[in-house]
């Protein structure tokens, strides 16, 4: 059975994807579910977390975002039967691609699908639903009446979380890395703009160089400065070699931290440097580091855990949940969309329909 692999050069950080052939096993665990894909998103390959949980080896799966149909089910499985629809993560240990035709996993890693949700818009829903989740409640702890700001805000991720945190009453403050992300945060429904709550929200245009963030969010926050930031990435440096100017700077981020504040950050390489951590110390605030691979690298919360999955579909039912993605792609194109998700060049959610 044909799926897509993520082969790495020897020595380097280059990586490349090809099409083989895998053998699904006949024989079904106690707890496994067998299910026929019918739509899988694509998403970057963390090589390092990988190489850092002794998972690597030289065929990694590509595809972990499924929706499909069960076609068959272990002896001890309960809480599915064959013909459900269901839609799940697949471990990080999983051998076969979620490209495959068929692939078995665990049913604690399933939720059921809803009838009124596609199976595209499910799949490439799924991993930036339960990011936002882990984010604003696991690690952030937020309430209605708090102030948000979410980093590239026209990201899936960035636009995911600002749904959520409408839904949960929170004023958002969003940032924008372009003209053409701004207008489309615009036109998100409930808007960016728009808050029931206390007053209303801004979007911050930093492609414009004459917007400065911490201004403008103290502006917005009556000099309070906000409850959470969640970014997107954060420059270490000054002068970032990448090019990564419109990226925020992380002495800006503690700068418009209020008291007690809380700052969910995506770089897993972050450092701080003593007058980082003294201003944080001053302010009362705290860091968290955003891995939503944690829930699947630990049983220890697989109740949380298939409670954010459900969740998230269930809104996405309702209409409260929209997704922003590009039109899916065939199989056969697959390898080359995953080189272009891998180099970070798709703005939109890649889902690949089967």
Not at 202 to 224: F, N, P, S
């Amino acid at each position: 059975m044909k799926g897509l692999y993520c082969q790495q050069n020897d020595g380097s950080d280059q990586v490349k994807f090809v099409i083989q052939e895998r053998n699904v096993p006949s024989c079904l665990n106690s707890h496994q579910v067998k299910v026929q894909v019918k739509a899988c998103a694509l998403s970057p390959v963390d090589t390092k977390l990988l190489e850092d949980l002794k998972l690597s080896r030289d065929l990694v799966p590509i595809g972990r975002e499924i929706s499909g149909v069960v076609l068959q089910v272990g002896p001890k499985v309960t809480f599915f039967r064959p013909d459900d629809e269901v839609v799940g993560i697949l471990p990080l240990d999983a051998d076969l691609s979620g490209l495959c035709d068929v692939v078995l996993i665990h049913e604690h890693h399933l939720v059921p699908k809803p009838e009124k949700v596609g199976w595209v818009e499910a799949a490439g829903a799924i991993r930036d639903g339960v990011q936002s989740y882990t984010a604003l409640h696991s690690l952030g702890r937020v309430a209605a009446g708090h102030t948000l700001l979410v980093l590239d805000g026209a990201s899936p991720f960035g636009m995911m979380t600002i749904q959520v945190a409408h839904y949960h009453g929170v004023k958002v403050l969003a940032t924008a890395l372009s003209l053409q992300d701004q207008q489309l945060l615009e036109q998100l429904r409930p808007s960016v703009g728009e808050h029931t709550g206390e007053g209303k929200a801004r979007i911050i245009g930093v492609w414009d160089g004459k917007v400065d963030l911490v201004e403008a969010c103290m502006e917005e926050t009556g000099g309070l400065g906000v409850d959470l930031i969640i970014d997107n990435g954060v420059r270490l440096y000054e002068e970032d070699p990448t090019g990564r100017n419109m990226v925020p700077h992380k002495h800006d981020l503690i700068s418009v931290l209020g008291v007690g504040g809380h700052w969910v950050t995506t770089e897993h390489n972050l450092q701080l440097d003593p007058p980082d951590s003294h201003s944080l110390f001053l302010r009362g605030a705290s860091l968290s580091f955003l891995n939503e691979d944690v829930w699947v690298a630990s049983g220890s919360n697989q109740g949380k855990y298939l409670h954010i999955l459900r969740d998230v579909v269930d809104k996405l039912s309702t209409g409260t949940l929209r997704l922003q993605m590009e039109k899916p792609v065939p199989f056969y194109e697959a390898a080359v969309s995953m080189e272009m998700v891998q180099a970070r060049q798709v703005r939109k959610r890649l889902v690949v329909q089967l």
